[in-house]
């Protein structure tokens, strides 16, 4: 059943827009054609993740009054979880929001890695075309002429890596400070732990999958990270500019 729905929902829609776009790159390029669908989700998912970055700009805005609630309340687990939560819809922020963002993510890095590992290039599967996609007349596996997308690519893996450690600076608040550096207590030593792991564990993670997984994968995370980190800057940009202003 949900072979099924992976195959039907995520893996023919992708192979079918993945096709699509190589019929319009002069040559057939794969690589070219995994970057378009790269900035093609991204596009689709602009919004949720604009909401995600400015997300987290207003929970490194809360950190003072989070503390806060946090000292006040830290025998009272139940009222601190309240005024959190109360404090989360005052400013209109959801904490959750970036996590909804990666799951959203995760089934068309998935469909992408089935594509190459089905060995569906560069030899088109004509049985799950749509009737609107045309079958290309060349496909180039090699991404402009360098990179085999269905083969593993180190340089990639490590841009992976690297982009995803870049894209977590941007995006993470510093990593907290316990209030008392001798004795943290241990939910400020679960966050530090937490946020060392964001910012320089998951870009090892993501460089080693992303080697494992393909070139085109590695790709479309390179791609992918890169965009992220054009939307923080944005985000970052704006606030400044908006700070900056003078009030009326």
């Known amino acids: 059943m949900l072979g099924m729905l992976f195959h039907e929902g995520v893996y023919v829609p992708l192979y079918n827009a993945l096709v699509g776009l190589i019929d319009l790159i002069p040559g057939g ?6 970057i378009l669908l790269t900035l093609l989700v991204k596009a689709i998912l602009f919004p949720l993740a604009l909401k995600a970055s400015r997300t987290q700009v207003a929970l490194r805005e809360l950190e003072g ?7 006040r309340y830290k025998d009272q687990p139940e009222e601190q979880a309240k005024k959190t939560l109360a404090l989360y819809r005052e400013k209109g922020v959801n904490p959750f929001a970036s996590i909804g963002l ?5 089934p068309v890095i998935f469909g992408l890695y089935w594509v190459f590992y089905k060995g569906g290039l560069p030899v088109i599967d004509v049985a799950v075309l749509y009737s609107f996609v045309p079958t ?3 496909v180039s596996m090699l991404f402009f002429g360098l990179i085999d997308m269905a083969g593993r690519s180190l340089p990639l893996a490590f841009l992976a890596g690297a982009t995803q450690y870049l894209q977590a600076r ?11 550096p001798d004795e943290p207590t241990f939910g400020e030593d679960f966050a530090r732990s937490m946020h060392l792991q964001m910012r320089y564990v998951l870009p090892v993670v993501v460089g080693a999958v992303a080697y494992f997984a393909t070139a085109a994968v590695a790709l479309y995370w390179v791609t992918s990270n ?9 985000v970052l ?3 400044k500019k908006a700070s900056e202003s003078p009030t009326q």
Do not use: H, S
């Not at 390029?29 to 995994?34: S, T």
């Open 29 to 34: 390029d794969v690589g070219v054609a995994v």
């Open 65 to 71: 009054p989070l503390r806060d609630i946090k000292e």
């Open 102 to 106: 990666l799951f959203l993510q995760l």
């Open 136 to 138: 290309p007349t060349e």
């Open 170 to 180: 941007y995006a993470m608040p510093k990593a907290p400070t316990p209030k008392n």
């Open 226 to 234: 890169i965009a992220g980190i054009a939307q923080e800057l944005y």
């Open 237 to 239: 940009r704006t606030k």
